[in-house]
């Protein structure tokens, strides 16, 4: 009976040890820097501290084209397109949009859209069931490169979410011509708080009568909204600047038990 005891007690003490060998705490030795605290917004979509207002419903004062018509709020398009004052590289931007009611369809229903560094076009149209366009042209596609994955459209006249990430594409430039992609474009979209672009990488510029094709640019450039002749109404509009890429610090020390 005594025996049996100290056997089970034996046994409880190599279990504990065996968890204690476990749960060893591992580092990987990678100097990481404390990330910076922000306080994010206490409104769904609202901007967070750290980000930079483009459009809160009054102030233009971010935009070129002052000929953009503020109505009850919103940012109409009219009058060309329009680009903001800043420049920008690698970013996550939220706008909001609403498409007025119309009975026209493929790429005259409501066309405006979103330029990435003036050059990606994410396509705004309506596209809710019973419109037609080309796939790679209608609502949430990267235009003429990829449709989005499902179509999150909302009807026309109703306000509608982009939240994009859109990583810069890195180029060696030499005498105004391109001479190497060091690294692509990527750019990823919510539609309505759904992916339909993940991580999509841009063959290069979207264009109407072209095909894509890297043009050189700056590493920053502005945020373009476009005018096609629907006033596509806009608001809520704040974009934040991200690293460029996801390179690690260095190696401080091998990886360790703590
Ligand atoms: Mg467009």
């Excluded at 025996?3 to 007690?9: A, S």
């Excluded at 109407?208 to 629907?230: A, F, I």
Aim: net charge positive; glycine share 8%.
């Amino acid at each position: 009976m005594r025996l049996k005891k100290l056997l089970t007690i034996a046994i409880v003490i190599a279990v504990g040890l065996c968890a204690v060998a476990v749960a060893r705490d591992w580092r990987s030795g990678i100097a990481w820097t404390e990330p910076k605290a922000i306080t994010p917004s206490e409104t769904l979509g609202g901007a967070p501290s750290d980000a930079i207002v483009l459009f809160d419903g009054k102030d233009t004062s971010e935009w070129e084209n002052q000929k953009w018509k503020i109505v009850d709020g919103a940012l109409v398009a009219g009058n060309g397109d329009n680009r903001t004052k800043k420049k920008f590289g690698s970013v996550q931007l939220h706008l909001e949009f609403a498409i007025p009611a119309n009975n026209k369809n493929g790429q005259a229903a409501g066309n405006s859209g979103v330029y990435l560094s003036s050059k990606y076009e994410v396509q705004i149209l309506d596209s809710f069931p019973g419109k037609s366009t080309y796939f790679d042209g209608q609502c949430g596609s990267i235009y003429k490169q990829r449709p989005p994955q499902v179509n999150a459209c909302k009807k026309a006249g109703e306000w509608q979410t982009y939240d994009i990430v859109f990583n810069r594409p890195k180029m060696q430039i030499e005498n105004g011509k391109i001479k190497k992609i060091i690294r692509p474009a990527y750019i990823t979209v919510f539609h309505n708080g759904t992916l339909i672009i993940n991580h999509h990488e841009l063959e290069g510029a979207t264009g109407y009568d072209n095909k894509p094709t890297y043009e050189p640019h700056e590493d920053l450039m502005p945020l373009q909204l476009q005018d096609h002749g629907t006033p596509v109404k806009f608001r809520n509009i704040w974009i934040r600047e991200i690293p460029d890429d996801n390179t690690k610090p260095k190696q401080e020390r091998e990886p360790y038990y703590n």
